[in-house]
């Protein structure tokens, strides 16, 4: 038997978190047989609701699931975690500016960068799923200093996703025939959903479509999918972010297929003219349990505007919380 793998889920009483646990302790995030040991941090309010779905985890009696515990200490919550899952954050309130939101997350992030720092596995991965998920991926890693920053991501999967199936559904093929595509900056509207690398049975995508639709229809509709989402749902993505969680996690331990990458947001090495040490989505391969960035790409102008456009917002991002200290 393989030896179990601790995974902190922060957030946990949340709607990320409901759908994201059943389907860690069902086996969908590492593989079928590795034994999975569960952290779940809340709030000191909200830690009933997690012990709650604590209990009905228990009553999955899924085979795999060796051990829950529900705490509100950070430091418990990450002592000796493999995978830390990052859910749970501070949302934008009517009228708060983006310098609070960062300011409220940094509250939240820091301290938890400080847990994973002092008692977390050697081999920790973390990512951040909570808004904004690359700046707050950004401030864990900044209290971490003992961890490689390279074990800091944050997530874009989800819109990576939501590119395969707009892209796929225009061109009326499977998701799984399309290759290559790619989210470029910040898990933000200013995002830039990339084809023009991308391959759909061996074929350029971005020559089988119109440059109008990708401009005013494909970019713009991927990113305002989480708005579009809300107005219909009347609420945010949960279950489609859980499952982007789980494919981000999956694939970096699992690996990319051959020939292929995915998106994820990772510590820049200053690719394609972003500044070094900023968590940007880029195009990312998995292999031997690393995302590393895909070089060598030509990027045309009209992709360069638009990655330039979203590293400078994740730059102010930046720039903001070193004004606050939280970097
Ligand atoms: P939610 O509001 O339903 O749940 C958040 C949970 O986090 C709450 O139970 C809250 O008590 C908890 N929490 C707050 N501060 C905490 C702390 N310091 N420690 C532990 N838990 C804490 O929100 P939901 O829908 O589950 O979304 C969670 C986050 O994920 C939001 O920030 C949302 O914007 C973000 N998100 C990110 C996506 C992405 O693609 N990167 C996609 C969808 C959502």
Known sequence: TRSPVTVTVTGAAGQIGYALLFRIASGQLIDAETPIKLRLLEIPKAVTAAE????????????????IEVTDDARKAFDGTNIAMLVGARPRSQGMERGDLLEANGGIFKPQGEAINAGAASDVRVLAVGNPANTNALITQAHAPDVPAERFTAMTRLDHNRALAQLAAKLGVSVAEIRRLAIWGNHSATQYPDIFHADVGGENAAEQVEQDWIRDDFIPTVSKRGAAIIEARGASSAASAANAAIDHVHTWVNGTDEGDWTSAGVVSDGSYGVPEGLISSFPVTARDGRYEIVQGLDIDAFSRERIDASVQELTEERDTVRRLGLV
Do not use: K
């Open 52 to 67: 709650g779905t604590a209990m009905e985890l228990t009553d999955c009696a899924f085979p795999l699931l060796s051990d």
